[in-house]
């Protein structure tokens, strides 16, 4: 499966973004799904998951109340909507899929992910 993120830009802090990941070359419905991201300098963090289904979410505490995570199975297509956007959200953010499916299990450790979409930049100015 291929994944390809969009949506990223440069942003206002306080401003909103909506990310998408669209794949291809194969079906996203029965993995899990997540966003992680990568400042300048630090490590690759964990963002957001979703379940196969849509019914179980996660997200990282720094984002909690302002990002939300969906998917729309249909359309093969994962999504990150942004809100009350901060400096320190500046990141390349990517889309990952879990590499077993139906696994909710681990879902902050990006070794449980074997397809990455290439990453969209998010800045956020002061």
């Known amino acids: 499966v291929a994944l390809q993120a969009s949506g990223g830009g440069s942003v206002q802090a306080g401003d909103s973004l909506r990310l998408s990941c669209a794949a291809s070359g194969g079906t996203l419905s029965n993995y899990g799904m997540a966003w992680f991201r990568k400042a300048p300098g630090k490590e690759r963090e964990f963002v957001a998951f979703i379940w196969y289904s849509g019914t179980i979410t996660h997200s990282a505490d720094s984002v909690k109340g302002r990002f939300t995570i969906s998917r729309d199975n249909a359309k093969n297509t994962l999504y990150l909507e942004m809100n009350s956007l901060k400096p320190e959200d500046t990141a390349v953010y990517y889309c990952?899929?879990?590499?077993?499916?139906?696994?909710?299990?681990?879902?902050?450790?990006?070794?449980?992910?074997?397809?990455w979409g290439q990453g969209t930049q998010v800045t956020v100015s002061s």
């Open positions: 990952a899929k879990r590499t077993r499916p139906y696994v909710s299990s681990n879902y902050y450790n990006a070794r449980e992910y074997d397809s």
